[in-house]
């Protein structure tokens, strides 16, 4: 394969492409990327309002770009948000699922053990996390399955291989959201066609809005201990940026990973690898 083919097979041009949650720090990164490779992207979110930094730069790409309003916990939402899209944008090639996050009262600390925790709190971080990813892969699932094609990308972590300490509920669901990539792509490959393909990605540590200052001291920036220890824990020595997810996206993304199905990948700075010695 020459270089030209290579550059063909990472060619968005024209392909539709769902994003849930994509109004986040790391959704936002990723719908930045494909418009700028010429993707038509449409973030589907409940908050309807990008970052005014991540805006200027989709403004300024070679693609086309869509917020439509949608909640992942909600068929008609979803399929109500399916219709615009595929209106607007014709055939729907790929979904990724980047909606999920934790609760405080999902959370163990000094405050809170694990006798505390709040039933509807972790409810609501399975909901999220896995709920949320099979109801989109139903409502987009379809188009693919109906078009004999396309590709969908769920979002993982870290703490479905390894669970971590104080988010037992998040890791839980993000080992639950794994095993059904695996599950899904088995279905569609048995039941519908080999091309439609499902695979995850595994976030190592990145900062976003939701974890900074669990990470970071709001005051001057430094590490918190928990930080501190998963830098220690992190062989490169540092968290991941946003911009780390984007070569495994369009990877899992492209033809290049036509004969990749059913896999949980890790972008994590090697910190699945490490063994603390």
Same mark, same amino acid.
């Given at each position: 394969?020459n270089?030209?083919e !290579?550059?063909? #097979? ?6 539709? +492409? !769902? ?14 990327? /494909? ?6 992207? @449409?973030? +589907?979110?409940?908050?309807? #309002?990008?970052?005014?930094? !991540?805006?200027?730069? %989709? ?9 439509v ?5 909600? &068929?008609?939402? /979803?399929?109500?948000?399916? $219709?615009? %899209? ?9 979904? %990724?699922?980047?909606?999920?996050g ?14 505390? /925790? ?8 399975? $909901? ?6 099979? *109801?989109?892969?139903?409502v987009?699932? #379809? ?8 590709? %969908?990308?769920? +979002? ?7 669970? *971590? ?7 839980? @669901? ?11 792509? !088995? &279905?569609? @490959? ?7 393909r499902?695979?995850?990605?595994a ?7 939701q ?21 220690? &824990? ?5 968290f991941?940026?946003?911009? $780390?997810l984007l ?6 993304l492209?033809? *290049? ?10 972008? $994590?700075?090697?910190? @699945? ?5």
């Open positions: 394969m270089l030209d !290579v550059k063909q #097979k990472y060619d968005f041009d024209g392909k539709t +492409i !769902v994003i849930t949650g994509g109004t986040g720090v790391l959704g936002g990164e990723i719908a930045c990327a /494909l418009v700028g490779v010429g993707a038509s992207v @449409a973030v +589907i979110d409940r908050n309807t #309002k990008m970052q005014e930094e !991540v805006m200027q730069r %989709i403004e300024t790409s070679c693609g086309k770009f869509l917020i309003y949608g909640d992942v916990l909600d &068929h008609d939402s /979803l399929r109500q948000a399916a $219709d615009v %899209i595929s209106t607007e944008f014709g055939q729907i090639y790929g979904l %990724i699922n980047a909606a999920g934790n609760q405080p009262g999902a959370t163990t600390g000094p405050d809170r053990s694990f006798f505390q /925790l709040d039933p509807e709190a972790l409810r609501k971080v399975f $909901d999220l996390n896995l709920l949320g990813t099979i *109801l989109a892969c139903q987009f699932g #379809k188009y693919m399955a109906e078009a004999g094609q396309g590709v %969908i990308l769920n +979002i993982s972590s870290m703490s479905a291989f390894r669970p *971590l300490t104080r988010v037992p509920g998040y890791s839980a @669901a993000k080992a639950a959201v794994s095993n059904f990539t695996q599950w899904l792509a !088995v &279905h569609f @490959a048995e039941e519908y066609t080999t091309r439609i499902v695979n995850a990605l976030p190592g540590f990145f900062l976003t809005e974890n900074r200052f669990l990470l970071t001291n709001e005051k001057d920036g430094g590490l918190t201990p928990r930080g501190q220890s998963i830098i220690d &824990h992190t062989p490169v020595k540092r991941g940026d946003p911009e $780390d070569g495994a996206t369009l990877w899992l492209s033809p *290049l990973s036509d004969f990749v199905t059913g896999s949980v990948v890790s972008v $994590d700075g090697g910190f @699945a690898a490490f063994g603390g010695v």
